[in-house]
């Protein structure tokens, strides 16, 4: 069946360090990619997606390539704010299905 | 954009009674709702499909008559947890689809923690 497998947490960076939240996953057919965010009291948000290989998905400085050829969505960016803390989960969909398989998902905490 | 509400956000109730937990489509309809259950520092796991109109569609494991859900109308699935043991002690959350251009986007509620003593 489906998985993701993401890197485990916690995560704490210092403000304007570069981050990296590896996600590979298994899945049969073509599924898209997903990234959720969930802020402390939240529900999740969809933070970026990517539908197809070599796709790139980006959103709020976050940035995510769909490689098909090592099975990986790694989530980076640049250079975190205390603002991007929270807890980020990796996704799929299967074509045609509605359902997402999640990670575990990793906390990330910014400090100043 | 679309917000999805969950009421109540934390419940504590004793072992054998039964518990509800509702998640409203504030701004738009939903014919299908997805009902999620989450351990402590594991993933979102999907428990079942909750369908307007319709009885809801189960992932294998997960016992139907433990878990009543009801999707009353297009704005509101129910989720019952019957007899609840500590064992059922979790953090429930649900989503709701809504078609964006070409694509259907799920809105997460915020969550309902349920501890059972």
């Known amino acids: 069946g489906d998985s993701v497998t993401q890197m485990e947490g916690p995560v704490t960076l210092s403000e304007e360090a570069f981050l990296t939240i590896n996600c590979t996953y298994t899945?049969?057919?073509?599924?898209?990619l997903f990234w959720y965010v969930q802020y402390p009291g939240e529900g999740l948000q969809l933070l970026l997606k990517?539908?197809?290989?070599?796709d790139k998905g980006s959103n709020k400085g976050f940035e995510a390539t769909y490689r098909k050829e090592t099975t990986s969505f790694h989530l980076e960016k640049g250079s975190v704010q205390v603002s991007d803390s929270a807890v980020y989960f990796c996704?799929?969909?299967?074509?045609?299905?509605?359902?997402?398989?999640f990670g575990t998902g990793t906390r990330l905490t910014i400090i100043p | 954009g679309a917000v999805v509400s969950q009421h109540p956000s934390w419940v504590i109730c004793k072992s054998g009674t039964s518990v509800k937990i509702e998640c409203r489509s504030l701004?738009?309809?939903?014919?299908?709702m997805f009902w999620y259950r989450q351990f402590p520092k594991q993933s979102l796991m999907l428990m079942a499909t909750?369908?307007?109109?319709?009885?809801?569609?189960?992932e294998q494991g997960v016992e139907k008559d433990k878990f009543l859900i009801n999707h009353a109308s297009l704005t509101l699935s129910t989720l019952t947890v019957t007899s609840a043991h500590p064992e059922d002690s979790s953090f429930y959350i649900c989503?709701?689809?809504?078609?964006?251009?070409?694509?259907?986007?799920?809105?997460f509620g915020p969550g309902t923690r349920l501890t059972v003593l």
């Open positions: 989503s709701a689809p809504l078609k964006l251009e070409s694509y259907n986007e799920q809105f």
């Open positions: 899945a049969t057919g073509y599924p898209s």
């Open positions: 990517a539908t197809k290989a070599d």
């Open positions: 996704a799929l969909r299967n074509f045609g299905n509605e359902k997402l398989t």
């Open positions: 701004d738009f309809q939903a014919t299908t």
């Open positions: 909750s369908n307007e109109g319709s009885k809801a569609t189960y």
